[in-house]
């Protein structure tokens, strides 16, 4: 899995837009990579390349290669929700930012401005620039603390 988080975002809208991207940059737009970046745009949460290639009938190894495609273009993020694999969605959708509870799997995503007290506190305090787009911030949500406090 590449961790191409610093390949700059393109606000690309749409699959066909993605299909204009990849042309541009030399790359074929093959009936999978189509595919792929369909099923992104078409989804509101995150995917991961299984249910991607649930969705598409691809199989989920050239799901992944054809994700690293999009991925190195800009087109396409990933962000790591627990234990499982990556999930990917659009650049071009606003960048969120996660909490996961650790107890329940519940998730919450966030728009990223409604982190930025707690990235201030860490720039302050450690000269840190932080970010929860890629690896989520990993704790108990309000009800499982609730049931057992402490
Ligand atoms: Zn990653
Ligand atoms: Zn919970």
């Known amino acids: 899995m590449t961790h191409s988080h610093n390949v700059p ?6 699959a066909e837009e993605a299909a204009r991207v990849m042309r541009a940059a ?13 099923a992104l745009f078409a989804a509101s949460d995150p995917l991961t390349a299984e249910q991607i290639a649930e969705a598409t009938g691809g199989d989920p190894a050239s799901v992944y290669r054809n994700l690293d495609t999009l ?20 650049t071009a959708q606003d960048e969120r930012e996660y909490l996961v509870c650790e107890e329940c799997g519940d998730r919450l995503a966030l728009p990223a401005a409604r982190l930025d007290a707690v990235r201030a506190v860490v720039r302050d305090e450690f000269g840190f620039e932080a970010r929860f787009s890629h690896f989520p911030i990993v704790g108990r949500c309000a009800r499982c603390a609730a049931a057992s406090p402490g």
């Not at 962000?79 to 990917?88: A, E, I, M, Q, T």
């Open 9 to 14: 975002a393109r606000q690309v809208r749409s």
């Open 26 to 38: 030399g790359l074929r737009v093959t009936a999978s990579r189509r595919a792929v970046a369909q």
């Open 71 to 90: 991925e190195g273009l800009g087109l396409v993020r990933h962000v790591h929700l627990g234990h499982g694999p990556g999930c990917y969605s659009p």
